[in-house]
């Protein structure tokens, strides 16, 4: 059987998406945290977020197969019309290699290749780029990489019985000028406004 027999089209795309086909639908949550760099130590700021998944697939790289969902989220400041941070990409599963893929984009300039092993029924699982990888890399402007250079992503996902998912994601900083390591984190929890 040739791998462009195996496509399946449709409805069907979401039964493809292994871990990923719980998360497929719009999501909303009000009960995130960011905790960024600041001028005297960290901020913390509460935000509330939409984020919405469209299943898709295949996507035929040879003899690799991948379902997938394109996805896009904004988040605001609790309070605030105005949004301080999107995202644009595509959450990827290759049901071969046992892989969950985030490739996104956000409009600082930073791009984010990021990936891990997870089973096809797992509800929680973990992705991680590293700077200077070739796989699961990130890549910044010259700007953010002199100044706010990105070493490391880290992101767990875990889909709860109640129907909600939340994530935890840690973008590693090298400041410049500053000792050690910054964590930038952001955590969510969300559930389903539309399927």
């Not at 989220?73 to 071969?96: I, R």
């Not at 992705?127 to 767990?156: C, E, H, K």
């Not at 090298?174 to 964590?183: A, L, R, S, T």
Request: hydrophobic share 40%.
């Amino acid at each position: 059987m040739d791998v462009f027999d195996k496509a399946v089209g449709g409805a069907d795309i979401v039964s493809c998406l292994g871990p990923l086909s719980g998360l497929a639908g719009t999501w909303s949550g009000e009960a995130g945290i960011d905790v960024a760099a600041g001028r005297h130590g960290p901020v913390e700021t509460p935000y509330r977020e939409r984020l919405q998944f469209e299943p898709l697939g295949p996507v035929v790289n040879g003899p690799q197969l991948l379902y997938g969902l394109r996805y896009a989220t904004t988040a605001w400041p609790l309070g605030c019309d105005d949004p301080f941070h999107e995202e644009v990409g595509y959450w990827l599963w290759d049901a071969k290699a046992g892989q969950v893929m985030r490739c996104f984009m956000v409009p600082r300039g930073v791009t984010i290749n990021a990936g891990g092993d997870a089973s096809a029924d797992a509800t929680a699982f973990t992705m991680q780029a590293l700077l200077g990888s070739t796989t699961f890399g990130i890549l910044s402007n010259p700007f953010l990489d002199q100044a706010f250079r990105t070493v490391r992503y880290d992101l767990s996902v875990e889909l709860h019985e109640d129907g909600a998912f939340s994530y935890h994601e840690d973008t590693h900083l090298q400041i410049h000028g500053v000792e050690g390591i910054f964590h930038h984190t952001d955590c969510n929890r969300l559930t389903r406004i539309t399927d």
